[in-house]
């Protein structure tokens, strides 16, 4: 069955969210849904300002960006191709294990200007290891854009081109962030509560 197109006034206010299944998990809100949106459109411009009559390739890492990868992109007023990297470095805790990757690059981005989209920069290992593998591809450059920085807990000496916000020491889920794979589709950032990766 379709859905119908409905255009009255009353259709486009969003339905209201069943809240039962989150908040026994999630301490709280940390970034509103209306923040991140904000924050996405002014990167945006940001990010065209400065590839500006070029074209870009989007290089997404799996899975944690998709949902930020999906509006940011639609707020770029830019040329752009988009390739993705599989990269899981999480199991079922908190805390960065071995990284695997679970899908490589398709697209040429020999002299191509890319801009490489993580989640969340922590201690770094992720984009230290994912970095030198576009570098020897070739790129004419390579900008890193991230929607979270999580500075305390830095092991590599790195920083992302892009940050959408800055934030403390805190495990953080939803808009594309999991814990044991849930909670990436909570439209908002918020904290999971320690008891729920930390068992009494
Ligand atoms: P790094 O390699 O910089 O330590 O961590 C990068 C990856 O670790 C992110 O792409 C993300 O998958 C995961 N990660 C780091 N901190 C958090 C967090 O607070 N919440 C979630 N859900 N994932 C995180
Ligand atoms: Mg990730």
Redesign the pocket.
């Given at each position: 069955m379709s859905a119908k197109l409905k255009t009255s006034a009353k259709s486009r206010v969003a339905p209201k969210r069943s809240e039962g299944g989150w908040r026994k998990e999630i301490e709280r809100v940390l970034i509103t849904e209306a923040q991140i949106a904000r924050r996405v459109e002014s990167l945006a411009r940001e990010i065209e300002k400065d590839f500006r009559g070029r074209e870009l390739v989007i290089v997404s890492?799996l899975n944690?960006?998709v949902v930020f990868l999906a509006d940011l992109i639609r707020q770029l007023n830019l040329p752009l191709r988009l390739d993705f990297i599989g990269?899981a470095?999480?199991g079922t805790g908190?805390e960065?294990g071995e990284?695997v990757f679970t899908k490589e690059l398709c697209l040429d981005v020999r002299g191509r200007d890319v801009l490489l989209l993580?989640?969340?920069?922590?201690?770094?290992?992720?984009?230290?290891?994912v970095l030198p593998k576009i570098r020897a591809l070739r790129p004419r450059r390579v900008k890193t854009c991230v929607l979270?920085d999580?500075p305390a807990?830095?092991?590599?000496k790195i920083r992302a081109d892009y940050v959408g916000f800055a934030?403390p020491d805190?495990?953080?889920?939803g808009y594309g962030?999991?814990?044991a794979e849930r909670?990436r589709n909570l439209p908002f950032v918020g904290v999971?509560k320690p008891h729920v990766f930390k068992p009494a």
């Open positions: 890492l944690g960006t990269v470095s999480y908190t960065s990284l993580d989640d969340i920069l922590d201690t770094g290992k992720t984009l230290h290891r979270l999580k807990r830095r092991l590599e934030i805190f495990f953080v889920v962030l999991d814990f909670h999971l």
